[in-house]
């Protein structure tokens, strides 16, 4: 596609459950980045990929966060057992690279909302 | 997605005029900086950027200046049109720490016909 894709848009759960979010990068792009954009907290940086591996995972803001990365092209980041605290609008950006200073083109991002 | 709750500052200006916005930075090891538009309910989309071996880049209507003296990056404006209206946010970086974006709190811009 022409740009960063993400799904679902919006994502509804009840407090507790499993979510799973989509990231489809720009063809070609090796980084991809995961950004949580909150009421209160701005933008914040969560993980990022180079390639399938994942250099840096210090802004998951707990051990209920995991994102993976297969094939080089298409992340999921996963929150597992939900928290209120965990609604916000996830953010996925790629670049051609994360070694050199290049452009971080965003998706639309997901919006989840924990009941 | 957007700030929204955040206490933003806000940027009113006519339809027009220019606009200035402000930005100051963190970390005096960032060699990359960014600036980023957000309109309601989309991602942030690139706007310009800089690095930090420059202290003037200009685009279409768009001109950033960064002082890496101060620590401190504006984005200029000009003639303000009100598909400009948005939410603005500067983003810093280090290409050695994997380009990790550190994002500025943003400023709301609303362009007055």
């Known amino acids: 596609g022409a740009g960063v894709s993400q799904s679902p848009s919006n994502k509804v759960t009840e407090k507790g459950k499993d979510v799973e979010l989509r990231c489809d990068p720009i063809s070609g792009h090796t980084a991809l980045y995961w950004y949580r954009q909150s009421l209160g907290q701005g933008l914040e940086f969560l993980i990022y990929f180079q390639g399938n591996s994942a250099p840096d995972k210090s802004g998951l803001p707990s051990d209920r966060f995991s994102a993976e990365r297969t094939g080089g092209s298409v992340s999921t980041l996963t929150i597992q057992r939900t928290q209120q605290e965990d609604s916000a609008v996830y953010l996925c950006?790629?670049?051609?690279?994360?070694?050199?200073?290049?452009?971080?083109?965003f998706g639309p991002g997901t919006r989840l909302l924990v009941l | 997605g957007e700030s929204v709750g955040l206490h933003l500052p806000t940027l009113s200006v006519q339809e027009g005029d220019n606009s200035i916005i402000n930005c100051a930075y963190s970390n005096s090891a960032s060699d990359y900086f960014i600036w980023y538009k957000q309109e309601s309910g989309k991602g942030p989309q690139f706007i310009i950027d800089?690095?930090?071996?420059?202290d003037k880049r200009q685009g279409q209507r768009v001109t950033v200046l960064l002082n890496k003296t101060v620590k401190h990056l504006s984005l200029q404006i000009a003639a303000t049109q009100p598909g400009d209206s948005a939410v603005y946010f500067c983003?810093?970086?280090?290409?050695?720490?994997?380009?990790?974006?550190?994002f500025g709190g943003g400023t709301r811009v609303l362009v007055k016909p």
């Open positions: 983003a810093e970086t280090l290409a050695a720490a994997g380009n990790k974006l550190t």
């Open positions: 950006a790629s670049s051609r690279t994360a070694i050199h200073q290049v452009t971080q083109y």
């Open positions: 800089i690095r930090s071996n420059m």
